[in-house]
């Protein structure tokens, strides 16, 4: 990955590829014909994270740092639920119908929670105050949703 990361577009396009797979849940779909790519795509968006989090934690003069540390948070939020949502019993890809993929799953989420701890552990209680509102969009999407 080249060093100026445009944080913004890149995680704009993971939120998307993480719709994307998401989507896939709701479809009635050849299961065994998107098992394996499904999983490169949880594995490739798990990556991209991974690098982007290594960037925003070695750059403290990042402009927007903050901001970028919101969304990146709010996107691997989406990430970690994707993944619940993915091995989950209602899913075409649940764990007791494949169990090869619990261990991977798992795995994805752990480094995923690790790396929201990370952001939210580097960010000053200076600017937590200034960041806005204590719920992500994503979240407060959830939280609606659950109330209709």
Known sequence: ?????????????????????????????DTNLFLHKSMDDL???????????EKLLANTKFIDREGESDNLCDAE??????????AGDSSPFSA????EIEKDILKLKAESSRRRRLIDETSTP???SESGPAVSRAELSELLKGSD
Not at 10 to 21: D, E, G, K, W
Not at 77 to 86: A, D, H, I, K
């Open 126 to 128: 200076s600017e937590l």
């Open 1 to 29: 990955m080249n060093k100026n990361v445009n944080f913004e577009d890149t995680i704009f396009i993971l939120n998307v590829r993480i719709r994307m797979v998401r989507d896939l849940l709701r479809l009635d779909t």
């Open 43 to 53: 594995e490739f968006i798990g990556s991209s994270l991974e690098i982007l989090t």
């Open 77 to 86: 939020w989406q990430f970690n639920r994707l993944l619940t949502e993915f």
């Open 96 to 99: 007791a119908r494949f169990p």
